[in-house]
């Protein structure tokens, strides 16, 4: 006892010290090691290019293009956005601070942008460079205890060990294995395009980044209206309305030049689908570059017209009356072909005319007109106010003239489409009403008190071409396929290992062991490893055991792959 008793003190203060390190009170100082300016880039680069932070970064992508698809965009439509901030003051204004109404060119955006690059990018380069290692180096040895792969087989065999050895190998070459010998065993090792698969993904991805990123900022996109018998030069004044992207510069447009020619639509004429579209194409004769020779060609729907990086699609089509106005002495003062805009899918369509300059009238005093127009390509009693058919079956031309100040000296900008009725007066006819007719080609309407008269000379038609410059489309495409293929094989093919070992053993008679291991689950693993088992045993046929009889006939059964010792069964 007096031996042990100076020992208690020293006991005590040891399970003291072991209570305090199982106390859950706060410590009183933790000495943690400063990570440094150097550990922190460290830290932040490993979480960048890891796969949760990508993933989150494409999740951003696509969470920020939703506002960018449902709320007016400037680049887009400027007359949108104006409107939406006029009726939505306090939101419009929101939006606007947010950069909701440009979000393909806001920061927020480009910095997810960026940071998505970037996290693609370095985890692309360490696992290619890893992958390019293993393909530089040969699979590993067979580890010790083969039984604990999840699939195994032996037998044992009369041939000798190297005889088995070398045969292993010549099959496992011959079933397109990476396989050498490495000392008693053969390691062999397929499935490397999963790796270069998931590469390729990745790869694609950054390429297809790159494209979009490149078609939306050097892109342009404009229309125009072109009636049978004019012309359009690609040139930014020639265009109804054009937009661009931010770095599209106007000495990037493609020299072209067209003329319409014929444009010729043809439509159901019976049935369910009476007057749905049969055929819409427009005869051309275009130019490349400004000293280009002619050529004829048909763009039709979804069919463009390529000429360098410009693609002129046909979008839409519709009928230009040729009205003529003359005025009190019967000089021409107007005669042209007016667009009209259709209303409905019968080709109800409605325009106006603006006669400037020139006119002047009964009494010499000049004047400005304005003709309000509205056109039906099928007129049917009955249906005074919309076409029954957008063919040219039976033409009329409603018209209601105005005179007076259209405004167009105002100094306000004003649609072609529209007339500004504020400052004009109607004309009126011999009972007091607004006057207003119906006119065939051919037919004039009269002035009253002899201010001149209308003419409904012919109809030709117009047809709108998008001209659209989109640089990146054909790599945005290779990224596409390239994602798909790679990503199908990322998923499909498996990464597997193959071991085979041929030893004597103590009697004499050489074993054999086979096993494989999946670099992913793989129900496939054990029947491909039972297939090349049956395929070597019938070159190294198995022998009896030291304490069996051998066989009375020439056949053995073949080797099965059982599951070893704490696998799953496959």
Not at 118 to 126: A, F, K, N, T, Y
Request: net charge neutral.
């Amino acid at each position: 006892m007096s031996k042990t008793t100076p020992d208690a003190p020293a006991a005590d203060q040891d399970l003291g010290a072991a209570g305090s390190q199982l106390s859950t009170a706060p410590a009183e100082s933790l000495n943690m090691p400063a990570l440094g300016v150097i550990g922190w880039a460290r830290w932040f680069w490993r979480q960048l290019t890891s796969m949760r932070v990508a993933l989150l970064l494409l999740l951003l992508v696509a969470l920020g293009a939703i506002p960018g698809s449902l709320i007016p965009q400037t680049g887009t439509d400027a007359t949108k956005v104006a409107d939406f901030v006029k009726n939505n003051p306090t939101l419009g204004d929101v939006y606007d601070k947010l950069g909701l109404f440009h979000v393909y060119s806001s920061v927020w955006f480009g910095a997810i942008y960026i940071l998505l690059f970037v996290s693609l990018i370095g985890c692309i380069i360490p696992r290619t460079w890893q992958f390019v290692g293993q393909l530089r180096g040969r699979p590993p040895g067979a580890p010790k205890r083969l039984t604990r792969l999840p699939a195994y087989t032996t037998w044992r065999t009369g041939a000798e060990p190297e005889q088995v050895r070398e045969a292993a190998l010549t099959l496992l070459k011959k079933r397109r294995y990476r396989a050498h010998l490495a000392g008693d065993n053969v390691a062999a090792e397929k499935g490397y395009l999963r790796e270069v698969g998931n590469l390729a993904f990745h790869i694609a991805l950054i390429v297809m980044l790159t494209a979009f990123a490149w078609g939306q900022l050097f892109k342009s996109e404009g229309n125009k209206l072109v009636v049978e018998g004019d012309g359009f030069s690609n040139t930014l004044t020639q265009y109804d309305d054009f937009k661009s992207g931010n770095l599209f510069d106007t000495g990037d447009l493609v020299p072209l030049s067209f003329t319409l020619n014929k444009f010729t639509g043809t439509y159901e004429t019976s049935g369910p689908n009476t007057g749905t579209p049969r055929l819409y194409q427009a005869a051309i004769t275009y130019s490349e570059g400004a000293y280009g020779k002619d050529h004829k060609t048909l763009v039709k729907v979804n069919e463009p017209l390529e000429i360098g990086d410009a693609k002129v699609y046909l979008t839409a089509h519709g009928y230009a009356p040729v009205i003529t106005v003359r005025d009190g002495k019967g000089n021409v003062v107007y005669s042209d072909a007016v667009a009209m805009l259709p209303l409905d899918s019968n080709v109800t369509s409605t325009g106006v005319v603006k006669v400037l300059d020139g006119y002047k009238n009964a009494k010499g005093v000049s004047e400005q007109l304005g003709i309000s127009a509205f056109f039906l390509p099928t007129y049917t009693k009955g249906s005074e106010t919309a076409s029954t058919f957008p063919a040219l079956n039976n033409p009329v031309l409603n018209l209601a003239p105005y005179y007076g100040d259209l405004g167009v000296d105002s100094g306000i900008p004003q649609s072609v489409y529209q007339l500004d009725k504020s400052h004009v007066k109607e004309f009126k006819d011999s009972k007091g009403a607004q006057l207003r007719e119906n006119l065939r080609p051919g037919q004039t309407m009269k002035l009253p008190n002899g201010a001149g008269s209308i003419t409904y000379e012919s109809t030709r038609q117009w047809a709108n071409f998008q001209v659209v410059q989109q640089p990146g489309t054909d790599w945005a495409l290779a990224g596409s396929l390239t994602a798909i293929f790679g990503l199908a094989a990322s998923l499909f093919i498996q990464r597997r290992r193959v071991w085979v070992r041929a030893v004597r053993g103590a009697d004499g008679v050489t074993v054999v062991e086979m096993a494989g291991l999946g670099r992913s689950e793989s129900a496939k693993l054990p029947e491909e490893l039972g297939d090349l088992a049956g395929t070597l045993y019938d070159q190294a046929p198995g022998a009896p055991g030291p304490d069996e009889d051998p066989p009375h006939d020439d056949t053995t059964p073949d080797p099965r792959v059982v599951p070893s010792e704490g696998a799953e069964t496959k």
